[in-house]
């Protein structure tokens, strides 16, 4: 006979329930699934990055070694392009370097291109070189780029354009110079191939706004101010007012500030110089005008040599760079400016520093004093205590330090002789 055993609900109501629940998650990720594929993106998710350097006057060995660098650090970070933000007047590098950087663009692992602005920008001389070497070029309306043999191909230039002619950015994008006349960087990146975009806003306010990230980079602040002292008339002025300084300073007693600034902006204009095109018979003649002024300073009046100074500096300046020239109104300033200083203030500033406020100096012929450097024959001595150019009257030179006495006075130049103890009172000293 068989038994029943008696069943409680439970024990079958409970996997239902578990089972049911299993499926309901299911479906539900199945769901979610595609949705948050489409809407979403994992945290974290790389659209690339753009880097934008500044490439800004001409193309020196900083510049270059500054686009190198940008380029490399561009392809470390697998950036999606680098883009050259250029305005430059051509460059100053030798062929071989500049031949070198078009290589490094042409080899790089990433797109270069390059956007002449902004608006009233140039690409001139072998700077447009940059523009040949490039995937992508823009040129903002107002700017200007000279057509230079490197940026015409095989097959030629469209339109009308030569060798020489400076085009606007809608003649350069007509004869195949550049690719757009983008009005803004910003422009000029939305356009680029790879570079993702998002349309926002509805009817009028409809907009493309960037999604790729733009990165923007500059000179170092050490390299822009050298970049800067390597400009033409930067490093022409510089080394004019140093020379000036320095020479206002070798009429004076000691090393003061005149002799101290002088020194440094000497230092930055031959800096300067050295990474430009000079001709050294223009430094030459320049050096030489700077002699010429001295002369006639230390005289007291201007004369013959004042006038060898002013030519000197005139066709100095003129002759100073080989293939680069300087603007009449930097010229203009420099050697009207100089010219002044040296015939007119130097000589009363020096008048001014050698003075004593006393009216009438007889009283000096017979006052002892000492040698504050030595004169042969010209030098400085300090009577009571006051600083005086002086000269000796004797063929012997007076040392530093050693004892002299005022026997008359030239203008503003004392006569002076050694002092002895054993010597006779100078018959002028009872005056």
């Not at 049911?20 to 809407?39: F, N, Y």
């Not at 883009?83 to 500049?98: E, F």
């Not at 008339?233 to 510089?238: D, E, G, K, M, R």
């Amino acid at each position: 006979m068989l038994e029943r055993t008696a069943v409680d609900p439970r024990s079958k109501t409970l996997p239902r329930v578990a089972a049911l629940l299993v499926q309901v998650a299911v479906l539900i990720g199945l769901v979610a699934q595609p949705a948050s594929a489409q809407d979403a993106e994992p945290a974290g998710a790389d659209r690339g990055v753009v880097t934008v350097i500044e490439v800004s006057g001409l193309l020196d060995k900083i510049l270059v070694d500054f686009i190198t660098t940008e380029i490399d650090q561009a392809e470390r970070d697998d950036n999606l392009a680098l883009v050259l933000q250029l305005t430059s007047g051509g460059a100053v590098v030798s062929d071989a370097q500049l031949d070198q950087l078009v290589a490094r663009l042409r080899d790089a692992t990433i797109p270069v291109d390059v956007w002449v602005g902004p608006s009233g920008s140039e690409a001139r001389g072998g700077s447009t070189a940059l523009l040949a070497a490039a995937r992508t070029v823009g040129v903002a309306p107002g700017s200007r780029v000279e057509i230079t043999p490197a940026l015409i191909g095989p097959d030629g230039l469209g339109g009308e354009a030569a060798v020489g002619d400076t085009v606007s950015a809608g003649d350069a994008v007509d004869v195949g110079v550049a690719d757009n006349a983008a009005p803004t960087i910003g422009a000029f990146l939305l356009d680029l191939d790879g570079f993702e975009t998002k349309v926002v806003g509805e009817g009028r306010d409809r907009r493309r706004e960037p999604v790729t990230q733009a990165r923007f980079a500059q000179l170092p602040l050490t390299s822009q101010l050298l970049h800067t002292v390597a400009s033409p008339p930067v490093a022409y002025l510089l080394f004019l007012i140093g020379l000036a300084l320095i020479v206002f300073e070798l009429f004076t007693a000691g090393v003061g500030v005149a002799g101290m600034v002088g020194a440094g902006c000497l230092l930055l204009g031959c800096f300067g110089l050295a990474a430009l095109p000079t001709n050294p018979v223009g430094i030459g003649l320049l050096l030489f005008a700077m002699i010429g002024f001295a002369i006639d300073v230390q005289t007291g009046v201007p004369r013959f040599w004042s006038g060898i100074g002013v030519v000197c500096l005139t066709a100095g300046s003129l002759l100073l760079y080989d293939g680069l020239s300087l603007s009449w109104i930097t010229m203009a300033v420099a050697v009207v400016g100089v010219s002044i200083a040296m015939i007119g203030g130097m000589p009363a500033m020096i008048r001014t520093r050698f003075s004593t406020p006393t009216i009438g100096r007889e009283w000096m012929v017979g006052e002892l004093g000492a040698a504050a450097s030595r004169i042969a024959p010209d030098g400085i001595v300090m009577v009571r205590s006051a600083p005086w150019r002086a000269r000796t009257n004797r063929a012997t030179p007076i040392e530093l330090d050693q004892e002299i006495r005022v026997v008359a006075i030239a203008g503003l130049i004392l006569e002076v002789e050694p002092f002895n103890a054993d010597d006779q009172p100078h018959p002028d000293r009872s005056r």
